[in-house]
């Protein structure tokens, strides 16, 4: 995993492109973000595209170094690191880790809305967290901490949906979720239908939250509602491509289901069962820095690597 290697950048194409970094994939934290010369994507930040501005979205500057023609249209993030972040600093349970990283989010969504990205979708919890619990050769006293952290977390997930709410209005926010909400509460499951009614004419920023939410189990449902339509006959087996089947994921809320760039924190290198048909040509980042300690400087190092890359979509080099 360690020799991976950064593409030859495209932009300002007419300088000599930067000799690959074998741990260019894997960045440290916040002292990082020298690695990437200014002067390699030198721009006058502060000009705003007219289609942009007709749609009332980006118009705040650009921190030095970012291109705006650059920017991904669709970020998606693994937002992990929030229980060793509790533990790192002396807490038994990993409650506070998540509180802490539930105002990265925030800081997270607030970015993308002031610089112009269109969706962003995050992980918040995993179909396999509602199984763990079962697993019965594990400790029981390690059960219950398991427990007693998933029921946080749809507390806490609870809680952020009725005091961000008005945020996410003013902000222009849209959100959406995704995922089985069959093991959800019927007041979270309320909550979510609310917010999703409020926000659906907002346009400035799709978020996307995926709760409860499985890779496998997202293409493993496409597929099957395929094979009912196949079965009604309101489908031939001709028609069936990759478009088809990308209607039926759960990310076919949103004009632009394939992330662009996808950012994973606390040092892990792996997607975890996330988004797998979506991530075929995504761009990858992995921070070392736990999700809560992520923030302003760490976005805006992943977006310098992600305007480095030459995206090929599976093509040869240029």
């Known amino acids: 995993m360690q020799s991976l290697n950064l593409p030859i950048p495209i932009y300002n194409n007419n300088l ?11 960045r440290n934290t916040r002292d990082q973000t020298h690695r990437f010369p200014t002067s390699l994507l030198a721009a ?40 060793r972040w509790a533990r790192q600093r002396g807490f038994i349970a990993a409650s506070a880790g998540h509180e802490a990283g539930a105002r990265s989010l925030r800081e997270l969504v607030e970015l993308c809305c002031d610089w112009g990205i269109g969706v962003l979708t995050v992980f918040a919890f995993s179909y396999d967290n509602w199984i763990r619990p079962k697993v019965s050769s594990l400790p029981s006293l390690f059960l219950s901490f398991v427990q007693e952290e998933v029921d946080f977390l749809m ?7 009725v005091s961000e709410l008005d ?13 089985d909400s069959s093991r959800l509460s019927e007041s979270l499951k309320k909550l979510i239908s609310d917010l999703e009614e409020k926000t659906k004419d907002n346009s400035r920023l799709h978020l996307i939250v995926a709760v409860g939410y499985s890779g496998k189990y997202d293409v493993t449902k496409a597929c099957k509602s395929i094979a009912q ?5 309101t489908v031939q087996l001709e028609d069936i491509d ?14 632009y289901p394939c992330p662009d760039l996808l950012i994973r924190t606390s040092g892990e290198l792996r997607i975890s ?5 979506q991530l075929a040509y995504t761009e990858l980042f992995f921070a070392e820095a736990l999700w809560p300690d992520f923030g302003k400087a760490e976005f805006i190092e992943a977006l310098t690597s992600y305007q480095q890359r030459q995206r090929r979509y599976g093509g040869r080099r240029s």
């Open 155 to 161: 507390s806490l997930f609870e809680r952020l949906l």
């Open 167 to 179: 945020n996410l209005v003013r902000q222009g926010a849209r959100v959406s979720t995704i995922g």
């Open 242 to 255: 990759e478009s088809l089947l990308e209607q039926e994921l759960e990310t076919n809320c949103t004009e």
């Open 16 to 26: 000599a492109p930067q000799k690959a970094d074998k741990h260019s994939l894997f």
């Open 44 to 83: 006058k930040h502060d000009l705003v595209p007219k289609e942009e501005e007709d749609k009332g979205v980006a118009s705040v500057p650009l921190p030095e170094g970012l291109l705006r023609e650059a920017m991904p249209r669709h970020v998606a993030v693994i937002m992990d690191g929030n229980a």
């Open 273 to 277: 069962n996330f988004l797998l048909w």
């Open 229 to 233: 339509k196949v079965k009604d006959g």
